[in-house]
């Protein structure tokens, strides 16, 4: 949705604003840091009051999230996504699936992506 929309570009101008964005680079040997930066953004965007980056240290850190997302690595091309939404909608706190385009790379596999609430 539109506000969604908003919502993510408000919380990366104040990564930005902030120095944090341009710490860090996407770099395999950086992938601890671009972890925490990830997890600081989502806390973020679910409404948690985090200053700065959160700390690796936190015993914590998990539960500002309030969502857990799965990786659907290959999706076969045959697999509609109703078949797919029908599936994954009986599970509790269902939120989303994303899709990628089928990709003529994988034979025309696509990837996902599927977000649930905590509970």
Same mark, same amino acid.
């Given at each position: 949705?539109? &506000?969604?929309?908003?919502?993510?570009?408000? #919380?990366?101008?104040? *990564?930005?604003? &902030?120095?944090?964005?341009?710490? !860090?680079?996407?770099?395999?040997?950086?992938?601890?840091?671009?972890?925490? %930066? *990830?997890?600081?953004? #989502?806390?973020?965007?679910?409404?948690?009051?985090?200053?700065?980056?959160?700390?690796?240290?936190?015993?914590? $850190?998990? !539960? +500002?999230?309030? =969502? =857990?997302? +799965?990786?659907?690595?290959?999706?076969?091309?045959? %697999?509609?996504?109703?078949?797919?939404? !029908? %599936?994954?909608?009986?599970?509790?706190?269902? %939120?989303?699936?994303?899709?990628?385009?089928? !990709?003529? &790379?994988?034979?025309?596999?696509?990837?996902? *992506? #599927?977000?649930?609430? $905590? &509970?």
């Amino acid at each position: 949705t539109k &506000e969604a929309i908003e919502k993510r570009l408000e #919380v990366f101008m104040e *990564l930005h604003t &902030e120095g944090i964005i341009d710490q !860090s680079r996407l770099e395999k040997k950086n992938s601890e840091k671009i972890e925490i %930066l *990830l997890d600081t953004f #989502v806390a973020r965007l679910e409404g948690s009051d985090v200053v700065g980056l959160l700390d690796p240290e936190d015993q914590e $850190r998990e !539960s +500002l999230c309030k =969502t =857990t997302s +799965l990786q659907l690595r290959t999706i076969p091309p045959t %697999l509609k996504r109703e078949e797919l939404l !029908s %599936l994954l909608t009986k599970y509790p706190g269902y %939120l989303r699936l994303s899709l990628s385009d089928p !990709s003529p &790379e994988t034979r025309w596999k696509r990837r996902g *992506l #599927v977000t649930y609430k $905590r &509970e």
